[in-house]
């Protein structure tokens, strides 16, 4: 059985496109931008990153020194199977609730990250969501699969 519920284990942040990111106590997820103060936050389907710690863990073992934060990846998430997921499925992520807007992305030919890493497991593991509701996310936060019972009730974990 896929897990669909999880945890956060690190929230990252950079000032700048194409480096690496880093972890801090915690983000807030704004409605329709991403993470505030964030260089990828704004417009668009790729306003927030989510990178499973399992897949950082992959990349440890293949020798490269990595953590939360080094593929660029906003949130780092822990028992939950992201690649299990698919666009349009939401998430309730601390506060924020979120819908997978794309899984993976095509990567530039050796981009920064890849140059600093050694590699890139975004493009094959990262997913990408759109802030619908946003709220504070920090490291130990719920992360779960959203449903709604009805049109006027709130969204829940499943």
């Not at 897990?3 to 807030?28: F, L």
């Not at 668009?44 to 950082?56: D, H, K, N, P, T």
């Not at 920090?138 to 969204?155: E, F, I, L, N, T």
């Amino acid at each position: 059985m896929v897990p669909s519920r999880g945890k956060v284990s690190a929230v990252s942040m950079s000032a700048r496109k194409g480096e690496r990111k880093t972890p801090v106590p915690s983000v807030t997820l704004v409605r329709d931008h991403g993470v505030e103060r964030d260089a990828h936050a704004g417009p668009g389907q790729r306003q927030v990153s989510l990178l499973a710690a399992e897949s950082i863990a992959k990349m440890k073992a293949k020798g490269l020194s990595v953590g939360p934060g080094d593929f660029a990846e906003n949130v780092t998430v822990e028992g939950i199977d992201l690649l299990s997921l698919k666009v349009g499925d939401r998430l309730l992520v601390g506060e924020a609730l979120v819908e997978i807007s794309q899984i993976g992305k095509e990567c530039h030919d050796r981009c920064a990250i890849y140059i600093q890493a050694g590699d890139c497991v975004m493009p094959r593991e990262g997913v990408f969501a759109r802030v619908l509701r946003g709220g504070k996310v920090a490291p130990g936060d719920p992360v779960g699969k959203a449903k709604r019972v009805s049109r006027k009730a709130p969204w829940r974990r499943s």
